[in-house]
């Protein structure tokens, strides 16, 4: 049999019950869409938290103070709730480790803040003057606070874009040099800053931004910090500013057992790694999930097959009589199987490229369709084909062609 003859033999075939091989491709099209939809899903939404991550700066280390023994109490206290970070360990650090651009701090807490009888309860962060760099910080209107205005303690604030739309109306205008209240205490508006966006811990637009100095002074009334951000010359040098840092402030701290650290240094690689782990698994597992239905279609094109096979019993027996071989009549079956899937594989990529613009377009969720997808969407369609459509096809192969004439 030549190319040219299977060819008109399966398309007469597949052709000769339209609806059932409509419904067929259907089952295959569903799940090959399934897969890459889901895929891309995930996909998008892992570079949406990487890109989240290393929005809020380069290069970072952040130590937090934490876990640090309640006394007379061997349990540990959450990390952030230690009081165990100070201003002259950030000096520390910036003076005696090596391969360090900036070091910065921060001190934050929720505050209810009113303005012009506007209220909202937001996080207002106490910072150094050098934020902006090492946190990748950009101001749309105004200007961020200095550093004679960072050590003298005044009262002024940045506030983020969501925030100045609570407080003074919706894409607010001319909002610097306006009045708001912190816990009661009058501060003035110097800056906004532009937006970035919400991640998976909140948004970063709904802050406010304050001399850290004035943070302690009228706010906390504690000389303690939350955060130290240390901002790492290059990436190569993480570990080693890491281990420096630690045993830096180890020594500061007068603590021996690293394992008592009354502190914790977090890398932001490894939380971009960590979080791209869990993603990635998160990716897997929808796709895992949206395969079942690939098998169900898998099992429909079965079902076709040998359908078509008692269909064409007496057909199949005339063709061995006449000189048909056994893997004439297995290519022939193959062949319908292979191309009803590649016709639902391609027509399931098309459906899923549909879906995830309009995912995009119309509900904002992040998707990422990869060549690689595609292609392994196309093959695991081809090879359900084959291997869905083999049992038909030797059993077709394997009619006897005297009991074949004979079926009615």
Do not use: C
């Not at 897969?35 to 891309?40: E, G, N, S, T």
């Not at 009058?186 to 909140?202: Q, Y």
């Not at 979080?275 to 999930?289: D, E, H, K, R």
């Amino acid at each position: 049999m030549s190319i040219r003859d299977l060819i008109i033999e399966v398309y007469i075939a597949l052709t000769v019950n339209k609806t059932r091989s409509g419904l067929t491709v259907l089952g295959i099209v569903i799940g090959i869409a399934s897969v890459v939809v889901m895929m891309a899903i995930g996909n998008g939404s892992q570079q949406t938290i990487e890109k989240s991550i290393e929005s809020i700066g380069s290069n970072l280390l952040m130590v937090y103070p934490g876990q640090q023994r309640s006394f007379g109490s061997g349990v540990r206290q959450a990390m952030g709730t230690a009081s165990s970070l100070t201003m002259e360990d950030a000096e520390k650090i910036l003076a005696e480790v090596d391969n360090i651009e900036a070091v910065t701090v921060e001190s934050s807490n929720r505050y209810q803040v009113t303005a012009k009888g506007n209220n909202t309860n937001v996080s207002v962060y106490g910072v150094g003057a050098n934020y902006p760099d090492v946190k990748n910080l950009n101001i749309d209107d105004g200007n961020f606070f200095n550093d004679k205005q960072n050590t003298s303690g005044s009262k002024v604030v940045i506030l983020g874009p969501t925030t100045r739309d609570d407080l003074f109306g919706e894409d607010a205008t001319n909002v610097i040099g306006q009045k708001i209240k912190i816990n009661s205490i009058e501060f003035s508006v110097i800056g906004v800053a532009a937006s970035k966006g919400g991640t998976s811990m909140g948004s970063s637009d709904d802050m406010i931004y304050i001399p850290i100095t004035t943070m302690q002074k009228f706010l906390t009334g504690s000389k303690s910090i939350s955060t130290i951000d240390i901002k790492v010359s290059s990436d190569d040098q993480m570990s080693t500013v890491e281990t420096d840092v630690t045993n830096l402030l180890l020594k500061e701290h007068g603590i021996k057992d690293s394992s008592s650290a009354d502190f914790r240094v977090f890398n932001q690689s490894d939380i971009v790694e960590t979080a791209s782990s869990v993603t990635s698994t998160f990716t897997l597992l929808l796709g895992a999930i949206a395969a079942i239905s690939l098998v169900v279609g898998g099992i429909g094109i079965m079902n076709m097959m040998l359908t078509s096979v008692t269909e064409r019993t007496r057909e199949i027996g005339l063709r061995k009589a006449i000189g048909a071989r056994s893997e004439y009549i297995v290519s022939q079956f193959l062949a319908e199987s292979a191309v009803l899937t590649v016709v639902g594989g391609v027509l399931g990529v098309a459906a899923a490229w549909a879906i995830a613009w309009a995912a995009t377009k119309f509900f904002s969720l992040a998707t990422e369709i990869s060549w690689t997808t595609v292609g392994m969407a196309v093959g695991v369609s081809m090879l359900i084909g084959i291997v869905f459509g083999y049992y038909p096809a030797q059993k077709a192969a394997k009619l006897n062609p005297i009991e074949a004439l004979r079926y009615q």
